[in-house]
């Protein structure tokens, strides 16, 4: 079942996001997958918002710049790219596609808010994340894009930014700062009055009105990023998305892979596959007794590697032991699920090489239960 979900995903999908924490190999099964779906014949576009280089150092590529598109060499009859989240280039792209001039470009870039807005405030990274996915997931030279999100809890908070903006979109006070001023906050009306100074006590008068300058100029774009964002919030909860949760059998990794589970079951979104990575190789066909009794029968080098091969074995039976018990959890919440898994490598990914071994393990998808 998990083989032919594998390749139907690859497939067919035209989003994938990948989520798990750190440590559990995301990024390398994100490249996978997106090499599988390229072997297939698909047009991928693999994208990371977590600002680390974990994605280009897995692959192999150098140094990007910005949101630049790297193509990956394959002798496959599909392509696969590469690229990273720049959020000032993914916010200036955004605001030229959606301001209705130049002149009106350059006033928004160069406010002194916008600028402050654009490089450092939290959640602004979620929102263009999202305004990413938006202009991949609408470009004619790829079928299928592969989110690899952050290896954080909070990873999955760009799924909620779309609908985040367009509520701050629509809220009273920012349609009472858009709105032609006549004399601007100094005459705010009664209501708005006591609001606006509690947020002025809180961020200063001086950013209050930097922001209601900004909103101003941003006045008749808001509309087309509330629309834009709405957009990518409905195709994440299409049936052309695919979500994947990528684990490994430690406690950790699953209590953090439950957490996932949990925000996607409370979002309404839902989950497809669950990637047991980094699994413990198995060794021979005996059972971990098996071997215990072999080497109990035996003396000398035979018996250290009969106990050897036990305690191996042992490692096996507890780390599929602890996936059983999560994806029984998980089937739980989402019936539909289905399970891979892939025996930890030798070596660290670190090129397209390992990544194609990967792939294979995970097209193979054996079962171990």
């Keep these: 079942m998990s083989e032919q979900r594998i390749i139907e995903i690859c497939q067919s999908a035209k989003i994938i996001v990948t989520c798990g924490t750190g440590g559990v190999g995301k990024t390398s099964v994100a490249a996978a997958l997106g090499l599988e779906a390229a072997l297939k014949g698909r047009r991928v576009v693999v994208i990371t918002i ?19 598109l790297q193509r990956v060499p394959l002798d496959a009859s599909g392509e696969l790219w590469v690229t990273m989240l720049d959020v000032q280039e993914t916010f200036d792209s955004l605001v030229r596609d959606t301001s209705p001039s130049e002149e009106r470009t350059a006033e928004v870039m160069n406010n002194s808010f916008y600028r402050s807005l654009s490089r450092s405030l939290s959640g602004t990274r979620d929102y263009m994340a ?11 030279r790829f079928d299928l894009v592969i989110v690899d999100t952050p290896p954080s809890r909070n990873a999955l908070d760009f799924l909620e930014s779309p609908e985040r903006l367009a509520r701050f979109l629509r809220h009273p006070i920012v349609k009472f700062l858009v709105a032609p001023s006549r004399g601007g906050l100094r005459f705010a009306n009664a209501a708005m009055q006591p609001v606006l100074k509690a947020i002025s006590m809180v961020v200063g008068g001086d950013a209050l009105t930097g922001a209601a300058s900004f909103l101003k100029v941003f006045d008749g774009m808001e509309a087309e990023f509330s629309r834009r964002a709405l957009i990518v919030a409905k195709a994440l909860r299409s049936d052309a998305s695919n979500f994947v ?21 409370r979002l309404g979104i839902s989950l497809q596959l669950i990637v047991a990575n980094r699994m413990p190789p198995r060794f021979g066909t005996l059972t971990a007794t098996e071997e215990q009794a072999a080497a109990a029968a035996t003396s000398g080098d035979l018996a250290l590697a009969h106990d050897l091969i036990a305690g191996l074995c042992e490692d096996a039976d507890a780390a599929d032991a602890s996936i059983a018990s999560f994806v029984q959890r998980t089937t739980g919440r989402f019936p539909q699920v289905a399970t891979a898994h892939a025996t930890e490598l030798p070596t660290d990914i670190h090129d397209m090489a390992s990544i194609r071994a990967l792939a294979e393990q995970l097209a193979a998808s054996p079962s171990r239960q």
């Design 50 to 68: 977590d600002p680390a280089r974990r994605l280009a150092d897995a692959i192999g590529l150098g140094e990007g710049k910005g949101n630049e």
């Design 245 to 265: 949760i990528v684990t490994a059998p430690s406690a950790d990794a699953l209590t953090e892979a439950d957490h996932f589970v949990s925000e996607l079951s």
């Design 130 to 140: 999202a305004e990413r996915l938006h202009s991949l997931h609408n470009d004619p």
